[in-house]
C-alpha cells in the first residue's frame, strides 16, 4: 500500500462510529451540501472537526483512487511482461528445436572458471564421441586437427580471438568449428558437414568435367575442316565460329570474323533458317555457297540452342560430283548389261522392275510394252506361269514366297528351273544393297547334256581304272592330281577324302613318303609330271618301309598330264632275293658265333664247314659229273651239315642271351612284313609236307617296335613247329592283330596237339616229342622263342586251340618293351 494512504487507513477506525457503511452512505457531493447546510448550526469546535473529517475523508478517497489506478497499471504491465516472457520462451524452444534439427553442438563458456555448457544435437556426435569428452578433441579428431582446435580454442578462451577451421575425425568425417566472443561469454559451433562437403566436391568435379568436355568440343569443333558457329540471340550475333569458318569467310581469325560479324549464309537463307526455328525446327538443307572465294556444295544444318543457334556445314562437292559419275557409271554398266547374253532384271525395293536387258525380253519371250511398264515382281511370275513358262509347282503360291525370300537374304541364291519341253533356266537372286532383287537368269539345257554325257565318261573310265589290279594316277598339266583308282589308295593306304580336292604332285608325294622313304623315285616322279619340255616315259623301283616292293612307270599323255603306274612286285623281288637273304642270315649268325667259336666250337665248326664246302664243290657240275647215287649222297650229306649248322646257330643263339650280350635292333616293324619273311622262309617245308598256310594280316597300322629279324626268326620258330605236327592237307593259320596296346601273334595248326602234361614243359631246351606225328627236332625252338619274347618284354603261351590242334600266342609290347 502506498505511504500516503496510512494515516487515512489509521484514520478510518476512528471515523466508523460516524460514517454509514459503503453502501449507505451518499455521496461526496451530497455530504458537502449536508455540510454546508449545518454550519450554521455547530459550533466553532464541531466545525472545525467537521472540517477536519471531511478533509481526511476526501483524502483518502483520492488516495485510494490513485491506489486502485496504480495497481491496475502494474497488473497490465505485469500481463504485457508475463506475454513478453512468454515470446521469449518461444524463441528460446524454436532456437533449441532448430539447433537440435542440424547436426551441430553449441558450446558455451559464461565464466572461465566454470564448464561449459553443451546445447544441441549430441546425438549427431554420438557416432564420433561421448558429449562428455566433446572438448578432448584428441579423442575423436585426426592429430593434426586436434592440434589445431587445442590452439584456437585456447586463444578463444584466453584473448577472445574468432576462429573458424575445417576438421577432420580419426573415421574420415568432416566437422566445422566456428567460435567468437558474445558479451562476456565464449561461443563454440561444432558442425558436421560430411555430406555438405561430399556434395560440394561432386558439385565441383562435375563443374570441372562439364568444363574440361566443353573445352574438348571447344577444341574438336575449332579442329574439324568443316565451318562451325555460334550465334547469340541478340540479332543473330555471331558469337563464336572454328578456324574452318574463319578461313571460309575470309577473315583473320576466329575474333576477326565475331568483330566484323561476318555470315557463311547469305540473308535469303538466314531468313528460311528464322523461319525454321520459329516453327520449332531446325533448318537443314544443300546450298552453294562461296566458300574462301570458291563456290561449294554445303550440307547446312543449323539448330536453335537457347537463346541463339548453332550451325555447322559439310562439304557435299564431292558427293554431287559422285553422284554424277556414279549416275555415269550406271548408265555405262545398263548399256553393257543390254548387250549380255544372260537375262537380268532388277527389282526394286517396292518389287517393281526397274531394269532388264534385252537378254530377258528375249528368253522369258516378254511383250516389250508390258516390261516397259514396271510391272510387279508378282506380276511377271504371273504371266510366266500362264505361259508355261516357269517349273510347274504343286503349291505355286509356297513357292513363289519361298522365291521372294530374296527380297530379305544377304546372299545370293541359286534356283534350277527345268521348265515344261524340257528347257533347264539356272536362275540367281542376288539381293540389292539399296533393297530390291537382281535375277540372273541363263540357259542351260545344253550345258546339262554335255555334262551328263561327260559324267556317263567319266564313270566308265573310273569304272574301267577301278577294275585294273595296277595302281593308277593321272596328273594335270598343272600337277595336279586328276585321276586315281582304288588300288592307288590301297596301295598307298590312302583314304578317298585325302586326294578328294585334287592335290598338288607335292602334296601325294608327301602323303605317300611315310611309306616309300626313299627320295629318289618321289624326284624323279615330280620331275616328269612337272617337266614342260622333254616328256619322255620313266621307270622306277621303289622299296617302301613295310617291305613292299614297287615298279613305277610314268607316261605322258597328249593333254599335257601324265599318267603314273604303280606294280607290287614283292613276291617276285623275294623269290629273286631267297637265296641271297638265306647266305646273308648264315654270314650274320656266323658273325655272331665267332666269339664263342674262338673259345668253345671252333673244333666242331671248322669240319662242318669243310664237310660242307667239300659237298658243294662236288655238287658243282664244273669239277666233274656225279652219277645219281653220289649226287644223292652230296645232297644228303649238304642237308645233314644244313641241319647241324641250324642246330649249332640255335646253341649260339641261346648261349649268347644266356651271357647277356645279345642286343636286339629295335625299330618300326610292320607286321605283315615279317609275318611274309616267316611265311617265306617255311615254303619248302610246306610244300613237301602238303600244308598249306593262311595269313591274316592285321586291319589298319600293323606297326610295332621291335627287332624285325628276331620277330621274324621267332614266327619261323613258330611255323617250323606247326607244320612239323600239322598233317598232310591241313592249314597253318598265321594271324596278327592290335589288341590293348599290343601286337598279337597267334599260329595254329590241325595237329594232335599239346598233352596236358607236358604244360609248360615245351619250352624247355632239347624237350621234344613226337606226339604220334613223323616231326621229332632237337627241342631249341620253343626255347629260342621264349627268350627272345623275354628280351622283347613280351609273352608267349602255348595252348589247345578249339576243335583240335595247338594254338601258340605271341605279345609284343607296342614300343618295343625292356631288353
Known sequence: MHRASRPVVMALPMLAAGIAPASAQPSIQDMVSGAAVSLGALDRGALIAFALFVGVIAFATTTAIVHVRYRMAAAR????????????????????????????????????????????????????????????????????????????????????????????????RHVEAEGRPVGSAVVLRLREVTGVRGDLARLHEAHRRLEADSAALRALLDALPAPAWVRAGDGGRLAWSNAAYAHAVEARDAADAAERSLSLLDAPTRQLAARAHQAGGAFSQRLPVVVAGKRRMLDVLEVAAGAGTAGIALDATETEAVRAELAAVIGAHRRTLDHLSTAVAIFDRDRRLAFHNAAYASLFELDPAFLDDRPTDGAVLDRLRAARRLPEQADFRAWRDELHEAYRAIEPREHWWHLPGGRSLRVVTAPNPEGGVTYLADEVTERLALESRYNALTRIRSETLDALAEAVAVFHSDGRLDLFNSAFLDLWR????????????????????????????????????????????????????????????????????????????????????????????????????????????????????????????????????????????????????????????????????????????????????????????????????????????????????????????????????????????????????????TMLFRVRDQGPGVPPELGTRVFDRFESHTNGSGHRGVGLGLSIVRSLMALHGGTVSIEPAAGGGTLVTCRFPLDGGGQ
Open 77 to 172: 504491465r505485469e500481463a504485457a511482461t508475463l506475454g513478453e516472457i512468454a515470446r521469449l520462451e518461444a524463441q528460446i524452444e524454436e532456437g533449441r528445436a532448430l539447433l537440435q534439427a542440424e547436426p551441430q553442438i553449441i558450446v558455451v563458456w559464461r565464466d572461465p572458471s566454470s564448464d561449459p555448457e553443451i546445447i544441441g544435437n549430441t546425438a549427431a556426435f554420438t557416432g564420433v564421441v561421448a558429449p562428455s569428452r566433446l572438448l578432448a578433441f584428441g579423442a575423436w579428431l585426426a592429430p593434426s586437427s586436434a592440434r589445431e582446435a587445442e590452439e584456437a580454442v585456447d586463444r578463444l578462451r584466453r584473448r577472445g580471438a574468432a576462429l573458424s577451421l575445417a576438421l577432420v575425425t580419426h573415421d574420415g
Open 494 to 741: 590312302l583314304q578317298p577324302a585325302a586326294l578328294k580336292e585334287r592335290p598338288h604332285i607335292d602334296a601325294v608325294v608327301a602323303l605317300c613318303r611315310p611309306l616309300g622313304a626313299d627320295p629318289q623315285p618321289w624326284t624323279t616322279l615330280r620331275a616328269t609330271v612337272t617337266t614342260i619340255e622333254d616328256r619322255r616315259p620313266a621307270t622306277f623301283r621303289m622299296e617302301r618301309t613295310d617291305g613292299a616292293i614297287l615298279d613305277g612307270s610314268t607316261q605322258p599323255l597328249p593333254d599335257g598330264g601324265t599318267l603314273v603306274t604303280f606294280r607290287n612286285v614283292t613276291d617276285t623281288v623275294h623269290v629273286e632275293r631267297a637265296l641271297v637273304e638265306r647266305n646273308e642270315a648264315l654270314v650274320a649268325a656266323d658273325h655272331l658265333k665267332s666269339t664263342f667259336v674262338s673259345h668253345v666250337s671252333y673244333e666242331l665248326r671248322s669240319p662242318l664247314t669243310t664237310i660242307i664246302g667239300f659237298a658243294q664243290l662236288l655238287d658243282d657240275s664244273g669239277i666233274g659229273g656225279l652219277n645219281e647215287k653220289q649226287r644223292a649222297y652230296v645232297s644228303h650229306i649238304t642237308e645233314s651239315s644244313a641241319a647241324l649248322l641250324a642246330i649249332i646257330n640255335d646253341i649260339l643263339d641261346l648261349a649268347t642271351i644266356d651271357a647277356g650280350t645279345m642286343t636286339l635292333d629295335l625299330a618300326e616293324v610292320d607286321a605283315r612284313a615279317v609275318m611274309e619273311g616267316a611265311a617265306e622262309g617255311v615254303r619248302d617245308r610246306l610244300a613237301e609236307g602238303g600244308v598249306k598256310l593262311a595269313i591274316t594280316a592285321p586291319q589298319g597300322d600293323g606297326a610295332f617296335r621291335a627287332d624285325a629279324k628276331r620277330v621274324r626268326q621267332i614266327l619261323y620258330n613258330l611255323l617250323s613247329n606247326a607244320v612239323g605236327f600239322a598233317p598232310t592237307g591241313s592249314t597253318v593259320t598265321l594271324a596278327a592283330e592290335r589288341q590293348d596296346g
